[in-house]
């Protein structure tokens, strides 16, 4: 029962990133807009792999549905979205792993917390 419940999971996860894929320029970036002022980033579409960023494309989906038309919007703060991509740009090997719950949990005691424990994030 356990297996068929994770393989379910599975195929559910990959049927959404595939549907999102199917949305993205073939140039290597796409737009995604964040926050309730819809603010547009442009990030590499090999972000669209990463945990942190398949757990924002859950969120999208649970809460706005699959939308056919206009932008990608992700369901997250402007200011965390910005902490988000400075850190994967700048150390996306060590941090591409971490689901969207770790970076929460990274971001949570502010940014006085990141840069004395990813100092050299801000260098």
Same mark, same amino acid.
């Given at each position: /029962?356990?297996?068929?419940? /994770?393989?379910?999971?599975?195929?559910?996860?990959?049927?959404?990133?595939?549907? @999102? @894929?199917?949305?993205?320029?073939?140039?290597?970036?796409?737009?995604?807009?964040?926050?309730? %002022?819809?603010?547009?980033?442009?990030?590499?579409?090999?972000?669209?792999?990463?945990?942190?960023?398949?757990?924002?494309?859950?969120?999208?989906?649970? %809460?706005?549905?699959?939308?056919?038309?206009?932008?990608?919007?992700?369901?997250?703060?402007? %200011?965390?979205?910005? /902490?988000?991509?400075?850190?994967?740009?700048?150390?996306?090997?060590?941090?591409?792993?971490?689901?969207?719950?770790?970076? /929460?949990?990274?971001?949570?005691?502010?940014?006085?917390?990141?840069?004395?424990?990813?100092?050299?994030?801000?260098?």
């Amino acid at each position: /029962m356990k297996t068929t419940n /994770m393989i379910c999971k599975i195929v559910r996860l990959k049927q959404l990133v595939q549907r @999102w @894929w199917r949305r993205i320029r073939p140039a290597g970036l796409f737009a995604v807009y964040v926050g309730d %002022e819809h603010r547009r980033f442009v990030i590499p579409t090999r972000f669209i792999n990463l945990s942190v960023f398949v757990s924002l494309l859950n969120k999208a989906e649970e %809460e706005f549905g699959y939308q056919s038309t206009g932008g990608l919007v992700l369901p997250c703060d402007v %200011e965390f979205f910005k /902490m988000l991509l400075s850190i994967l740009k700048r150390d996306e090997r060590r941090f591409g792993s971490l689901d969207l719950d770790d970076f /929460m949990e990274l971001f949570s005691d502010g940014p006085n917390y990141l840069h004395t424990q990813f100092a050299y994030l801000h260098t």
